[in-house]
T-cell receptor
Framework: GAGVSQSPSNKVTEKGKDVELRCDPISGHTALYWYRQRLGQGLEFLIYFQGNSAPDKSGLPSDRFSAERTGESVSTLTIQRTQQEDSAVYLCASSLLAASYEQYFGPGTRLTVT | EDQVTQSPEALRLQEGESSSLNCSYTVSGLRGLFWYRQDPGKGPEFLFT?????EEKEKERLKATLTKKESFLHITAPKPEDSATYLCAVQAGSNYQLIWGAGTKLIIKP
């Protein structure tokens, strides 16, 4: 079956603009995760959804970051008033359930803020 | 504090030269340890899940093992296409989040 897909694959935006990143998880996966990966660094957890609810948003770096999930499917990560330090690859992953199940990752969205 | 440490940071091997990557962890109540492979410009690709000490899993030239303090990813007779960054992550207690290591960059020279 289809894997996790993300769009766009690349996004270049000017400082101060808003951006929306989209994630389509594997069908039937109830858990969805967003991560940030800066160049040459490890994965930084941002937010997790169980169904359409986000039990913990504490990983979001600032109030400029928000995310939603609808229909227990597609999720959107929105970054408002982008800053240069937001430049990174944003990865989405989904898993069948949250507890002790492997996560399957999308290819990521490379965000560059100029 | 829960922590995952991978070593070495980078490993250069000749094709066919077997070796091991290490993932040591200090967590309370291990629920699962995960190995992923990440190629440049791509998302991590799931390899293995280990749940309890003594467990082993194999896939082609890779074998993952788990003890109460660490996991090893053994690579036997590697090929250049095995070159990638290998990531280890742990899920512990009631926490749904994975705790990630920084990865080991593996380079296999032909």
């Amino acid at each position: 079956g289809a894997g996790v897909s993300q769009s766009p694959s690349n996004k270049v935006t000017e400082k101060g603009k808003d951006v929306e990143l989209r994630c389509d998880p594997i069908s039937g996966h109830t858990a969805l995760y967003w991560y940030r990966q800066r160049l040459g660094q490890g994965l930084e957890f941002l937010i997790y959804f169980q169904g359409n609810s986000a039990p913990d948003k504490s990983g979001l770096p600032s109030d400029r970051f928000s995310a939603e999930r609808t229909g227990e499917s597609v999720s959107t990560l929105t970054i408002q008033r982008t800053q240069q330090e937001d430049s990174a690859v944003y990865l989405c992953a989904s898993s069948l359930l949250a507890a002790s199940y492997e996560q399957y990752f999308g290819p990521g969205t490379r965000l560059t803020v100029t | 504090e829960d922590q995952v440490t991978q070593s070495p940071e980078a490993l250069r091997l000749q094709e066919g030269e077997s070796s091991s990557l290490n993932c040591s962890y200090t967590v309370s109540g291990l629920r699962g340890l995960f190995w992923y492979r990440q190629d440049p410009g791509k998302g991590p690709e799931f390899l293995f899940t280990l749940y309890s000490a003594g467990e082993e899993k194999e896939k082609e030239r890779l074998k993952a093992t788990l003890t109460k303090k660490e996991s090893f990813l053994h690579i036997t007779a590697p090929k250049p296409e095995d070159s990638a960054t290998y990531l280890c992550a742990v899920q512990a207690g009631s926490n749904y989040q994975l705790i990630w290591g920084a990865g080991t960059k593996l380079i296999i020279k032909p």
